[in-house]
C-alpha cells in the first residue's frame, strides 16, 4: 500500500482528503506542524508529500528548503489558498513536483497524486532518453526532462498537464525554468536543442 504524508493543519480539509485517499488504497499520515513532519520524513520515505504553503511556525515553503525537496527521494507536491505565478515559480524552485491551487476536489487530487507517483517511479527507473542524450541534461529534474519531452512531441501545455498529471500552470513554469537551464532565448531555439535527441524520441514514439 502507498504512503501519502499529509502537512496541513485545516481538520476539515485534511479529513475529506484523507477519506478519498483511504478509499482509493491508501495509507495517510497526517501532521499539522512542520517539526513533526520533518522529523518523520527523515527516518522513512513515503511514495508522495503533500504540503500546505501556510502552516504555524515552519512554512511550506521553508519546509522544502529544510526537506532538501529537489533531491528527496519521492515527489512533493504543494498546495497553496494563493493563485498567484511567483509563489508557483517558487514552489518549484524549492523542488515541488507540482502546485495545486485550493479549494480542490479530493477525488480529483486523488486522481493527481496517484498519476504523479507513477511519472516519479517511470522517471526514476533509468529508462527516460533524454537524460542521455544533449547537453545541459544533468542540469534538469527528472520533471523538467518529463516536459521536455512532451514539448518535443508537440504537446500544448493542457495536453502535457494532462500526460504528467499536473496542471498547466505547472507545466508553464516548468517550461520557463527548461529555457533558463538550457540557455534557450526562445522556443524554436529550445525546439533546435531538443531536436538533437531526434533518433532516440523516434524510438520512444516508436515503443509506444
Not at 517511470?122 to 532518453?129: L, V
Request: proline share 7%; net charge positive; glycine share 8%.
Amino acid at each position: 500500500m502507498s504512503e501519502i504524508f499529509i502537512v496541513d493543519d485545516n481538520p476539515p480539509l485534511d479529513a475529506a482528503l484523507t477519506m478519498a485517499l483511504n478509499g482509493a488504497g491508501f495509507d495517510v499520515v497526517n501532521f499539522v506542524d512542520g517539526e513533526s513532519f520533518l522529523r518523520a520524513a527523515r527516518k522513512r520515505t513515503p511514495d508522495c508529500i503533500l504540503i500546505d504553503t501556510y502552516l504555524p511556525g515552519c512554512p511550506g515553503l521553508e519546509m522544502l528548503k529544510r526537506l532538501g525537496a529537489p533531491h528527496y527521494p519521492a515527489p512533493v507536491l504543494v498546495v497553496s489558498s494563493r493563485h498567484d505565478i511567483p509563489t508557483a515559480v517558487m514552489a518549484m524552485r524549492y523542488g515541488a513536483q507540482d502546485f495545486i491551487e485550493k479549494p480542490f476536489d479530493p477525488a480529483t487530487l486523488v486522481v493527481r497524486i496517484r498519476e504523479t507517483i507513477q511519472a516519479w517511479r517511470g522517471a526514476h527507473s533509468g529508462d527516460s532518453p533524454l537524460a542521455q542524450i544533449f547537453p545541459g541534461h544533468e542540469r534538469l529534474t527528472a520533471r523538467e526532462r518529463e516536459v521536455l519531452e512532451q514539448i518535443a512531441r508537440g504537446a500544448s501545455n493542457k495536453e502535457t498537464g494532462r500526460d504528467l498529471g499536473i496542471s498547466s500552470r505547472t507545466v508553464e513554469v516548468h517550461r520557463a525554468r527548461i529555457m533558463d537551464k538550457l540557455a534557450a532565448k526562445n522556443a524554436a531555439d529550445l525546439m533546435r536543442i531538443v531536436l538533437r535527441a531526434g533518433p532516440v524520441l523516434g524510438k520512444l514514439k516508436a515503443s509506444r
